[in-house]
């Protein structure tokens, strides 16, 4: 079974295999990311733009708002779970207050601090 | 590539719906499919049902479309049974109880804490009085909107509510338009007032006048592609044609189905016609509609009467219409002030039975979420205004109380960022204890939306007040980014957003101290909207900052994370939902 994502009223939720599982309005803490100058953005989710799936990561972009300094746009991708098993399906959220680092590339380049 | 929604709607969609829907309440909630429910969720909303939020699995929000928002005698008092007994959830509100109403601002109702099973002897009962909830919500003809005294007011020159009539009926049910690529609001008005709030709907008819065969004649110029959602804001603009009120359906079905057509399936962030507008302007809209959707001489549009727009337009003259007016036929129409359009179930009966005994049995909702009697006699009109029910729903509130709206909020809804009816309540009272009126107000728009959908219609108040997050003291809580100088009339204008990210509970500090400002350095008789209107962006930042007082908001904490805001142990597991058709909790299938 694919795992298929896809963005539900107006971008509140984000759908895995039909099921509402994340939604819009929580903190997200970007690390390292190019949002903005903030270290890290304190990202508020007002709405998810684009699903995709990178197995088995479920990823993101959201829009939003830094609550520190007032930057609006775009996140890059952002993980938001994941669903190991393609076949059960299961979804596996992660908490967004904990630290995310929305560019993967960064992210394997540098060690974690 | 169309969309999941628009692949949904292909394999069903409309009036096909309610048989599934019907099909679902009789074996209940479990027998929606989990890997179905986002499909079937989507398509109840063309039914008038939305699903509510993340710890509320189960029940629904029911919308009941409301023409023009007349409800007609007798209609209030079902209103008020089914309200009664279905909308009834397993917590209590502590400002409104565990039942009421909600009057909305697209002159609509809501019902919340719906039950699937419900459904079937709740439709039964709305359509045995001719109400319904059909388009209420979803991708087709929404809920048409309009002054709401048409045909009782001293000021129209068009009695708009047979055209609103004659578009609910044509365009409801009709398989035709019912599959658009996204929402679809239509605003009527007959009056010069401005009142039907034509410049933030997709299309609106507004009373123009027009010289055809050397007489002069009356009907709609029209305009098309207002809207406010998603912090992309737009104003309708005209379309450079007029039709006489005869011609009004014809109109809607070309533009609606130009809208069918061409409006975009690939991206429904970009479905909404004021996008197309954007894209196409209004010169080749206008083609389009003539050459490909109309089959007569589409006329150019006639004389407006956008001068005399009074309605929201920064003055005391119209600002709503809260108040004993007469009618032309020496009844009076009495509007009364419904703190952020939520009514309790006792409230609304009484309403009912008042509404009987001094009027026709006949009220009307406003796009303001208040609610007007019709038809009250002059010689009773004392008696009436006399009763104790107004005074909490007063014709005469304070200004305050008068100009507050606010949205559902995370109470119910997905997309809210912050709660929003119970605070904005709470604003209301400490205002109007601890701020001084600025002399010569009557009426301040304040309105809270909960998010950037805008459905308490912020950018068009006099402050408006948008959902947030910050952090106080490091923790994270709720806050609103605030607007200034908003409102319609002859040259409509959305409120510049000047703080941002304001901690809820300094909002009213600001409020008051803005208010001072204002109070000491406005020139004389300068409104609120005008003083706002000369001063740039800095000098904005610079009218007041926000503080904390002795203003006390229970709703900091991040009231989304509840699974129901105001009770004790509002934890997301301690939820009772999903629950079964007698609102017992069905517990999750892998415990």
């Not at chain 2, 338009?177 to 008819?205: E, F, H, M």
């Not at chain 2, 419904?338 to 009514?343: I, P």
């Not at chain 2, 009987?356 to 019709?374: A, F, K, M, P």
């Amino acid at each position: 079974m694919t795992t298929d994502v896809h963005q539900l009223d107006d971008g509140a939720w984000v759908s895995v295999n039909d099921s509402r599982e994340v939604n819009v309005s929580d903190l997200w803490l970007l690390a390292r990311s190019d949002f903005c100058g903030c270290e890290p953005t304190d990202f508020l989710a007002e709405g998810f733009v684009d699903v995709s799936v990178d197995h088995p990561n479920i990823e993101a972009r959201m829009a939003g708002r830094c609550i520190s300094c007032g930057t609006e746009g775009v996140t890059d991708w952002l993980q938001v779970g994941r669903v190991i098993d393609p076949e059960s399906g299961e979804f596996y959220g992660i908490d967004p207050e904990s630290v995310h680092f929305p560019d993967k590339r960064r992210r394997l380049g540098r060690p974690q601090e | 590539m169309p969309t999941k929604v628009e692949n949904w709607k292909d394999e069903v969609y409309g009036n096909e719906i309610r048989d599934h829907l019907m099909e679902f309440a009789e074996q209940g909630w479990e027998s929606i499919p989990e890997d179905e429910q986002d499909a079937w969720f989507e398509r109840f909303k063309w039914w008038g049902l939305y699903h509510q939020r993340s710890g509320q699995e189960s029940y629904f929000m029911m919308r009941i479309g409301t023409p023009n928002g007349v409800i007609e005698p007798g209609q209030l008092e079902v209103i008020a049974e089914v309200a009664d007994e279905y909308a009834r959830g397993p917590a209590e509100n502590p400002e409104f109880g565990d039942a009421y109403c909600d009057w909305t601002t697209r002159q609509s109702i809501q019902l919340h804490w719906i039950k699937l099973e419900d459904i079937p002897e709740i439709f039964d009962e709305l359509e045995s009085v001719g109400l319904g909830t059909q388009q209420a919500c979803g991708d087709s003809w929404r809920n048409i909107v309009g002054c709401p005294v048409a045909g009782k007011d001293k000021h129209e020159h068009i009695d708009a509510w047979p055209v609103a009539e004659e578009l609910h009926e044509t365009f409801k049910g009709n398989d035709e338009y019912s599959n658009l690529p996204r929402k679809w609001k239509v605003a009527v008005t007959g009056c010069d007032q401005g009142c039907g709030q034509g410049d933030i709907n997709d299309l609106a008819y507004e009373p123009a006048t027009k010289e055809i065969d050397g007489e002069e004649q009356l009907g709609f110029n029209i305009r098309v592609g207002g809207g406010l959602s998603r912090k992309e804001p737009r104003f309708s603009r005209s379309l450079d044609v007029w039709v006489p009120p005869e011609q009004a359906a014809d109109i809607g079905a070309g533009m609606s189905a130009l809208f069918r057509e061409h409006g975009d399936r690939d991206d429904r962030f970009n479905a909404r016609i004021k996008f197309l507008v954007d894209e196409w302007g209004t010169e080749k809209m206008r083609e389009v509609l003539q050459d490909e959707f109309m089959d007569f001489e589409l006329p150019t549009a006639g004389e407006n009467m956008r001068e005399n727009y009074t309605y929201n337009a920064g003055g005391n003259e119209h600002g709503d219409h809260v108040g004993v007016h007469e009618q032309p036929d020496g009844n009076y129409y009495v509007g009364l002030d419904v703190l952020v359009g939520r009514m309790g179930v006792d409230d609304v009966y009484e309403l009912a039975e008042l509404a009987d005994e001094y009027g026709s049995g006949e009220v009307r909702l406003t796009q303001r979420q208040n609610i007007i009697v019709t038809d009250v006699d002059s010689d009773r009109l004392d008696a009436f205004l006399d009763e104790p029910l107004l005074e909490n729903y007063s014709p005469d509130p304070h200004p305050f109380m008068r100009g507050s709206i606010a949205c559902t909020g995370t109470e119910f809804c997905s997309l809210s960022i912050v709660e929003t009816k119970n605070r904005q309540v709470r604003y209301a009272r400490w205002l109007k204890e601890n701020v001084a009126v600025p002399s010569g107000v009557e009426d301040f728009h304040i309105h809270l939306s909960g998010c950037t959908a805008s459905c308490a219609q912020p950018q068009i108040a006099d402050i408006s007040l948008r959902g947030m997050k910050t952090r106080k003291d490091g923790e994270p809580v709720e806050a609103l980014d605030i607007g200034l100088g908003g409102g319609l009339g002859e040259n409509p204008h959305f409120a510049d957003w000047v703080e941002m990210r304001v901690a809820a509970d300094e909002v009213p500090g600001y409020i008051e101290n803005l208010l001072a400002t204002f109070e000491a350095e406005r020139a004389d008789g300068q409104t609120f909207r005008e003083f706002v209107a000369e001063r740039d962006e800095e000098e904005l930042q610079e009218l007041a900052e926000a503080e904390e007082t002795d203003y006390e908001d229970p709703y900091m904490h991040n009231t989304k994370m509840t699974w129901y805001p105001y009770v004790e142990d509002d934890d997301m597991q301690s939820s009772p939902a999903p629950t079964d058709g007698e609102g017992n909790s069905i517990a999750p299938a892998d415990d």
